[in-house]
Nanobody, 125 residues
């Protein structure tokens, strides 16, 4: 049974930072591209950033988070992380990690087959 479990969410002031982690089990982690999405109530799930499979040498980001967020993975520990700096109130959302059998990290939610339960990030102004 595949499980993706996010952690690290919380409440932070604008300009602050948070680091989200996602622990994966039940899959050959290195063979999946990993990504982070976020979703606000009543809105579609939005791509935040992703990292390619295996060595994870390429990363991709939404324009709204470029230069502030960094995705990384540790294939030995089956984890993927999202380091978030210079947080803004508009970054407030539920954040999900997701796994795709694609080599790259697509920005379409439909390309991902496994999802975590989400972790809330709230940025106060």
């Amino acid at each position: 049974q595949v499980q993706l479990v996010e952690s690290g969410g919380g409440l932070v002031q604008a300009g602050g930072s948070l680091r989200l982690s996602c622990a994966a089990s039940g899959l050959t982690f290195a063979r999946y591209a990993m990504a982070w999405f976020r979703q606000a109530p009543g809105k579609e799930r939005e791509f935040v950033g992703g990292i390619t499979w295996n060595g994870g040498s390429s990363t991709y980001y939404a324009d709204s988070v470029k230069g502030r967020f960094t995705v990384s993975r540790d294939n030995a520990k089956n984890t993927v992380s999202l380091q978030m700096l210079s947080l803004k109130p508009e970054d407030t959302d539920v954040y999900y990690c997701a796994a795709s059998p694609a080599m790259v990290a697509p920005d379409r939610a439909a390309a991902y087959v496994y999802w975590g339960q989400g972790t809330q990030v709230t940025v106060s102004s």
